[in-house]
């Protein structure tokens, strides 16, 4: 079910989202993931809109999204910031799957699966330790190294208070995570070509 407190996002649960498709009347499904955690696999249905391309062209894409919109990511942290652009940009009726794609997965929902690639919250993981190890070990020999891994410390503090990831962003940006594309004309040409179909891809 929906949630219906004011003070926090609307969320739509798995179970909920499910009988929506299964009944034909699913919302538009947007998946702000990166295209190569996209192509891993996705709900099937859901558009590939990632979230730095969301924040750039909101204005384009709010011409196309004038129905009920779910946003996906991979547990919310990144749906919830897609909610806000949008929401700053004047499109009603957004809501964000609980527990995104970890949740729907968890649950056993249907998926469509690609080629594996690591999600972009595990890649933060691996660059964010290797630098800290990284600038601890090269301390021994160069004194004031570990500064370095003082100022990754701050970062991961100062995005865990502001539920954004600057390291995140950049990195959604590599080769890596662009391999599927994904650009402004696809994207508004797959949701037109949705609206023109009646909703469904």
């Given amino acids: 079910m929906s949630t219906t407190d004011p003070s926090r996002p609307a969320t739509l649960d798995v179970p909920t989202l499910r009988r929506m498709l299964d009944a034909g009347a699913a919302p538009r499904i947007l998946d702000v993931r990166t295209p190569g955690e996209f192509q891993t696999g996705h709900i099937p249905g859901a558009y590939n809109v990632p979230l730095d391309l969301l924040r750039e062209h909101r204005t384009e894409l ?4 004038d129905e009920e919109v779910v946003l996906v990511c991979r547990s919310g942290a990144r749906a919830d910031q897609a909610r806000q652009t949008l929401g700053r940009a004047g499109l009603p009726n957004l809501k964000i799957l609980g527990g995104g794609i970890v949740a729907w997965q ?32 090269l301390s021994v020999a160069v004194p004031g190294a570990q500064w370095v891994a003082a100022a990754m410390g701050a970062g991961l503090t ?36 949705a609206a023109e179909a009646g909703g469904r891809p």
Avoid: F, I, K
């Fill in 62 to 65: 709010l011409a196309h999204l």
């Fill in 106 to 137: 968890a649950a056993g929902a249907p998926v469509n699966h690609g080629s594996p690639r690591w999600d972009l919250e595990r890649q933060v993981r691996l660059v964010a330790g290797g630098v800290v190890l990284a600038s601890v070990l």
């Fill in 158 to 193: 100062v995005a865990a208070l502001t539920n954004t990831c600057a390291m995140g962003l950049l990195l959604s940006r590599l080769p890596y995570n662009r391999g599927a594309a994904c650009d402004l004309d696809t994207v508004v040409g797959q949701l037109r070509g």
